[in-house]
């Protein structure tokens, strides 16, 4: 590159900063913008191989690559990358201070990485590097080689560099705001549009993927008629809401909702739950207790985690539903009940039929209108619309204003959620809480997902211990077939050193299964 004639007049360096004022406050395209104002600095000032050093978001690595250059090769580019503290670039990011080298060959910390030695002219150059500031957070470098021997004093050449990488700063700026303001809308955007075009969205049910859309259609199908449902999907996707949505869609709708699940309260409850007590039935009985069945009479009975129902209580269940009656535990008489059955389950039940653990003839009743939901990885799209449903949940719970980035929206998509919605809205409202910027970014949601449990542990550990032709989506991953329950939640416990709740977390269940089993099982928590 050659040379510029000498020219460090007060005017042309006025020149240099109102051009990039204008530049990075009116172009849109801040790259073309920034190689003009580096092109600039080279022509009038001899101020060569301008080039920009960002860092990625909030990099753990706090690596900085050069992002907009003048006059380097594409291999240059590509060869400057620096570690935070590493060379004088990587000093001047790490400390925010200005480095002026007087003679590159002199200088011990320079590394001579991006540019060749042989490349610059055969004579003493210098190099300045000075911080890109974000408030007061350094986010890159500006820096340049200049002849040594040029008369224009260097401090001139550092303050007009301060004022360059000031007006560079402000441009990123603007453009980060503009990009999530973009994302931000855009999310929103759809959002609104599923609410309009998505009959489930009146019912809390957020989702355009095709499988979820089909699965709202059936439940709109299914909802009239009096026909028993089986839900099956995996844990968090939304089953109960659904079944719910079935109900209110129902000329059942003014009649109750009465839910009950099956695996959260132990056996020995469930019956008088379920079908209530007369007083005196029992030591404790000491008043009449109408059971969620005399509830749910005339509205819907939703039967959650149906698998776990002990083999004495389904013919019970099945009794109800062949004869329309119920007796209270202690009563005799039979009290009709006219009722609607949406059960739900996590494990595949036809293989629970085959084990002889669930009968095949309260099968046949209860999956009248089987429906699957589809697991959270099987709808793609819908991951965007749910985080941003969240956020703005979470926003609004935590009078908070956050945003996510295009890249944060792109990391939640990448990973495959085993724990379902569920787990994504845990996750928003984790990434609301932790991010330290209104904007939640890539790398934050990449550092939030790292301490999530493994979904390919979740999902492999599902397929080896699922019968030859089950779908994973079928059986919950905790629940293994020829199973050694409490060694898992023992080291599930163990994982999370003894808490509970993330334990419960990692094995797919809720706080209070999690209880229910431990005392089952009696697993103590060491
Ligand atoms: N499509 C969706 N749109 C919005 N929120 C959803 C959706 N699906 C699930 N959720 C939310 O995710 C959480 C879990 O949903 P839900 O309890 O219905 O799942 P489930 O399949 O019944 O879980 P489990 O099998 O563990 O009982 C709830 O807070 C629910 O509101």
Request: aromatic share 6%; with cysteine.
């Amino acid at each position: 590159m050659g040379e510029p004639a000498e020219s460090f007049n007060i005017d042309s360096e006025l020149t240099v900063v109102q051009e990039a004022a204008q530049l990075i406050t009116e172009d849109v395209d801040l790259d073309q913008s920034i190689r003009r104002i580096l092109r600039l600095l080279s022509h009038l000032h001899g101020l060569n191989r301008g080039r920009v050093l960002l860092a990625e978001g909030n990099d753990p690595k706090k690596l900085i690559t050069i992002r907009y250059s003048y006059g380097l090769t594409s291999e240059e580019i590509k060869k400057g990358r620096y570690v935070a503290g590493e060379g004088v670039t990587g000093y001047v990011y790490k400390t925010g201070k200005i480095a002026l080298v007087q003679d590159i060959d002199e200088e011990e910390k320079y590394l001579t990485r991006a540019v060749f030695r042989n490349v610059l002219p055969n004579e003493m150059v210098a190099y300045i590097a000075v911080p890109i500031f974000w408030g007061k957070k350094t986010i890159g470098v500006l820096a340049v080689h200049r002849l040594r021997k040029r008369k224009r004093p260097f401090q001139r050449d550092i303050t007009l560099l301060k004022v360059i990488a000031t007006l560079i700063g402000q441009g990123l700026r603007i453009e980060e705001m503009v990009a999530a303001r973009t994302a931000d809308l855009e999310s929103k955007n759809q959002l609104l549009i599923n609410k309009m075009e998505s009959r489930g969205a009146a019912h809390g049910i957020i989702g355009q993927s095709p499988l979820l859309q089909e699965a709202v259609q059936q439940a709109f199908l299914v909802a009239p008629t009096n026909t028993n449902v089986l839900l099956q999907g995996e844990s968090g996707t939304g089953k109960e809401l659904f079944a719910r949505m079935i109900h209110i869609a129902s000329a059942r709708s003014g009649g109750a909702f009465v839910s009950i699940n099956c695996a959260a309260i132990p056996n020995s409850l469930i019956e008088s739950e379920l079908f209530g007590y007369e007083r005196g039935a029992f030591t404790g009985a000491v008043s009449t207790k109408i059971g969620r069945m005399e509830l749910a009479s005339g509205g819907t009975l939703f039967l959650d985690e149906i698998g776990d129902l002990e083999l004495a209580l389904q013919a019970k269940l099945l009794r109800v539903i062949e004869y329309k009656t119920i007796q209270r535990v202690g009563g005799t008489k039979d009290i009709a009940v006219d009722i609607r059955i949406v059960s739900a389950s996590h494990k595949n039940l036809q293989l629970a039929v085959q084990d002889s653990q669930f009968r095949l003839d309260l099968f046949y009743r209860l999956n009248v209108f089987p429906l699957r939901i589809p697991a959270l990885r099987e709808r793609g799209g819908d991951i965007r619309l749910l985080a941003q449903h969240f956020l703005n949940k979470s926003n609004g719970e935590f009078s908070k204003e956050m945003k996510f980035n295009s890249d944060a929206l792109a990391a939640l998509e990448r990973y495959a959620w085993p724990g379902n919605v569920r787990q994504l809205e845990n996750v928003i409202k984790r990434l609301l809480l932790l991010s330290d910027s209104r904007l939640i970014d890539g790398h934050l949601v990449e550092d939030v997902l790292a301490h999530e449990i493994s979904s390919e542990t979740l999902i492999s550990h599902t397929v080896h211990n699922t019968e030859p032709g089950a779908s994973p989506g079928d059986v919950r991953p905790y629940m293994k077939v020829v199973s050694d329950e409490v060694g898992e939640i023992q080291e599930a416990l163990r994982r999370q050193r003894g808490n509970k709740t993330r334990a419960a977390m990692s094995l797919g269940l809720t706080p209070r299964q999690l209880t229910y089993r431990m005392i089952k099982l009696k697993i103590k928590n060491e």
